[in-house]
């Protein structure tokens, strides 16, 4: 098993990190949430050391092997009780952890449904499950320094305000336009502009 790589970012992806050891590149696996981090961790020269969850995704006529990518341990501990929740395998957790991880694991220890139903692929009865198994067990993890929000844009005011304005067009209630853009901030950290942020508000309102 795989279980830390250290090398430089040879190529950057939306979910994913290739970095190259000793000219040996890995395609690296990293959850939204850590992802946040890796322009503080990495130094340099591009250079960063990964802890790594080994696992193999079983197709039908083969095993591939894949690498989830963690900046500490406590990052990789969280995740390995992630996915002892029933229906959450690894791939489904790198999807899930879009908001910090202190923040996740704040919502579960508080109980906090409407949080954790804006994490991807995530609705009410997994939000159920996900607080009745871990419950009372992540209290260390929110206290992880993980909000890193010198590292995602910041969306404006008048940004949001303009989203806002559309869905009072589209006679969505205040409250409930106000909401849904929260939501979608939270989904999506990096939206700039009013047209991503509709986007990632219709992404949303289509997940069960």
């Known amino acids: 098993m795989i279980s830390q790589i250290s090398?430089?970012?040879k190529k950057r992806k939306d979910a994913s990190l290739v970095v190259d050891v000793n000219g040996i590149s890995y395609e690296?696996?990293?959850?939204?949430?850590?992802?946040?981090?890796v322009d503080k961790?990495?130094?340099?020269?591009g250079t960063i050391t990964l802890m790594t969850y080994h696992y193999y995704q079983m197709d039908p006529s083969k095993a591939i092997p894949v690498l989830v990518g963690f900046l500490n341990e406590i990052e990789k501990e969280f995740f390995e009780q992630f996915i002892t929740v029933s229906g959450i395998g690894p791939k489904a957790a790198c999807?899930?952890?879009a908001l910090s991880i202190s923040d996740i694991a704040a919502a579960i220890d508080k109980a906090d449904m409407a949080t954790l139903k804006t994490l991807p692929g995530i609705?009410?009865?997994k939000a159920r499950?996900?607080?009745?198994?871990?419950?009372?067990k992540v209290g260390k993890f929110?206290?992880?320094q993980d909000r890193y929000t010198g590292e995602s844009p910041k969306v404006k005011e008048d940004i949001k305000g303009e989203a806002l304005g559309v869905l009072l067009q589209l006679q969505y209630k205040r409250g409930e336009a106000a909401e849904m853009i929260e939501k979608a901030i939270r989904r999506n950290p990096k939206v700039s502009n009013c047209e991503e942020i509709l986007n990632e508000v219709y992404r949303g309102s289509r997940k069960p």
């Open 7 to 9: 090398g430089k970012i």
């Open 28 to 37: 690296v696996m990293i959850p939204q949430a850590v992802m946040n981090g």
């Open 41 to 45: 961790a990495k130094s340099e020269d």
């Open 95 to 97: 999807r899930a952890l």
């Open 123 to 125: 609705g009410e009865q």
């Open 129 to 136: 499950e996900i607080i009745a198994k871990l419950q009372g």
């Open 142 to 144: 929110g206290l992880l």
